[in-house]
């Protein structure tokens, strides 16, 4: 079985091909994403995966499937884009139908970034041994995907792991999402550069080796508004594991080490202490290897 | 199958004789629970089980197991109290072997009392058709348990569903279990009447007939902390109904319509328009039918 994978992210575009029996990645190409047309964005994938039908030496008629992560709400079925709150013009956008103009009969599927990012752990990362994780994705904004008794929790409506728009300041900062004082609008790096008045999170970060004591704060803030979604998480699931990655989780260990001690506040000793936070392993090829993970659950 | 339900309170005791395979409560007798030591409470306990054995016209030899829902933490193999948070004086007794000296060779099963009332909710009540859901009660405490593809969800180290202990307000109110800004701080009948400085919820509710403004601004935010709860879980889960019980929820509909307007303000459209926030339908028995459900999952 050999996939085509693409993560859409809300900044950059990654393309694969991939045998996903084998867990392996056989070539891989990723581009900046200026804010443009959904169109001249699929273009742009097209030229990618026809470059690497040619770096891999196979045909088109050799991909089996074709797996897609999405930085927002798809209707799975349609495969219509509901709301990519990070990609306005994107909204209501018909990607199968966009991709179906180059790729004729293939399967081609979706999913949330997010989900695919914690089956991609749970096939092929740390979580393959953890039965009950969470995986969060910190970077433009905050994503989730929920892995209950070793599946993908989706929920009634398919809207479950929506864990950066859980509530932790009442009437806090406005949210993209249009709630307020949501997770997302403290912890992801847009917000947290937004906060700070910094470009992005590497100037925050040397603002704050320079001593300037607001981007302190705003860091500090957006770590305790991750560790109280998590501390709450824990309360109510008592999971083995919570599974980081995206941009921000980049930072490094001190980054985690920050989170642990925080969300310690805010959850009892026992669902504290059975669960372990760490790094994905997948590093940043977690999504791309959850377009393979897609694939298989097909 | 006859088993002997014995739901062990904050306030009150309750002690039945049921047929679990029926559904049916054959006598129950309940007593409130002056703060006595747990020795004396088990005494009361034996008088009401032998006199419910001679209302029933039944032997002890007829009992098939003795299922018991306790208002905290447990050790639930030895069958000794971990945690009572109202109940300091149980910190750490031995129900088991006390219940052993008057009950002998039947099994004596444990479990916290919420996740009891979750059990009887998908064995006997409206739950039974929710495939997940989670069950709230709000009392002297808020206690949960939750139930995901129709079993109770236990968590790695059995902690699941401590709801009452999500962290609503960030350095906020003293909760009894050590952490500030809990749910449990702001929306128990203890916390609201505490905060209003009343004695108990009824008066609560007078007072605010009588107009007090401190009184409604108390309830106002028991509501409101309720609603972030059921807000960010629906946000994590995506669930098909949150059902309430519990002393506090005795207020009736104008308490449910106050906490679905309030969650609503908490929640994306579909993960809330999807969910039914309702009232347990076995109302004050629902932890006496939980004993049962813990039997029948023996």
Redesign the interface.
């Known amino acids: 079985m050999t996939s085509l994978g693409i993560d859409i992210g809300g900044t950059k575009i990654s393309v694969i091909i991939g045998h996903p029996k084998k867990g392996k990645i056989i070539a891989k190409e990723k581009f900046l994403l200026p804010i443009e047309s959904p169109e001249k964005t699929i273009e742009r994938i097209q030229l990618t995966y026809e470059k690497l039908l040619k770096q891999c030496k196979i045909t088109a008629d050799e991909i089996d499937i074709v797996a897609i992560g999405c930085p927002g709400s798809c209707d799975y079925t349609s495969g219509r884009a509901i709301n990519f709150p990070n990609m306005p013009l994107w909204r209501g956008y018909d990607i199968k139908k966009a991709f179906q103009k180059f790729i004729k009969h293939k399967p081609i599927i979706f999913d949330n970034d997010a989900n695919c990012a914690a089956m991609a752990e749970k096939y092929f990362g740390t979580g393959k041994k953890i039965s ?1 994780f969470l995986y969060i994705t910190v970077s433009t904004g905050v994503g989730a995907g ?1 892995i ?2 070793n599946k993908l ?11 950066g ?6 009437n806090g900062e406005q949210c993209g ?1 249009g ?1 307020k004082g949501c997770l997302e609008a403290y912890a992801s790096g847009t917000s947290l550069a937004r906060r700070a008045g910094v470009k992005d999170v590497p100037e925050l970060l040397k603002e704050m080796r320079k001593g300037n004591t607001h981007a302190q704060l705003v860091f500090d803030e957006g770590i ?1 508004a991750l560790a ?1 979604g998590i ?3 824990l ?6 594991a919570v599974i980081i990655g995206g941009g921000v989780s980049t930072i490094g260990e001190s980054y985690f080490q920050k989170i642990r001690k925080a969300a310690k ?2 959850t ?1 000793p ?2 504290y ?3 372990t936070i760490m790094q994905t392993s997948l590093l940043d090829d977690v999504v791309d290897y959850g377009t393979m993970a897609l694939a298989l659950s097909f």
Chains 1, 2 share one sequence.
Not at 155 to 163: K, N, P, V, W
Not at 165 to 170: A, G, R, S
Request: glycine share 4%; with cysteine; net charge negative.
């Open positions: 009950d929920l209950i008794n929790y989706r929920g009634i409506s398919l809207d479950a792991a929506e864990f728009h859980m509530t932790i300041v009442k999402c709630k305790h109280i501390g709450n998480t309360q109510l699931l008592n999971l083995e506040e805010y009892w026992r669902p202490d059975h669960c």
